[in-house]
């Protein structure tokens, strides 16, 4: 194999392994942009079973085509899983949501205590928006920055636009669709 072909391998190694890691992103961003729409819904309708049923049938089309770009790139993935590299964005990445996760509950608590329950969604919002950051520095991923910082100022906002405030259902609608959008943007080549 001459030299050519040997860098042509590892860009092609390194861009499926980049297609199989959005995949997984995408899948996240799906389950829990469903999530936040569930939220939405349930708000805005109740337990309507139509807008339920768009909402799942959504997230399991976004499931699908994220689960068939990873499965197309698996192998690049699954080579490179023991490097140095991946193996510190993994610990990277389970402090950042460890750390996340410890903001929410320690955040909601306080609220809850203060009698300010009505700010935990924008709260775990601006939380989960903020993560983000740090993601977009560990996985190298611009991507992530437009994520957190959507959704930070989502949280910023959305209390502001209503008579309901804080517990208007534009804050879950619009958390739901920007990780929908980042989830749409991740399978895009």
Not at 87 to 94: V, Y
């Amino acid at each position: 194999m001459s030299a050519v072909q040997h860098a042509d391998t590892d860009l092609t190694s390194q861009q499926s392994e980049v297609r199989a890691s959005r995949a997984i992103g995408a899948i996240f961003f799906s389950v829990f942009g469903a999530a936040w729409l569930v939220l939405w819904c349930l708000q805005v309708y109740g337990a309507a079973l139509g807008v339920l049923l768009l909402i799942v049938a959504a997230a399991v089309s976004l499931l699908l085509l994220s689960s068939s770009q990873f499965r197309r790139n698996r192998s690049a993935y699954r080579a490179n899983q023991g490097t140095p590299r991946r193996l510190k964005q993994s610990r990277a990445f389970n402090i950042i949501n460890a750390v996340q996760w410890a903001i929410i509950v320690v955040g909601a608590t306080a609220l809850a205590e203060l009698n300010k329950s009505i700010w935990i969604l924008p709260l775990v919002i601006f939380t989960i928006g903020a993560h983000f950051i740090p993601i977009g520095v560990v996985f190298k991923s611009k991507a992530r920055y437009v994520i957190g910082i959507a959704l930070m100022l989502v949280a910023l906002v959305y209390p502001h636009l209503g008579a309901t405030g804080p517990a208007s259902p534009l804050g879950p609608l619009c958390a739901g669709l920007i990780l929908w959008a980042g989830a749409i943007a991740s399978l895009l080549p």
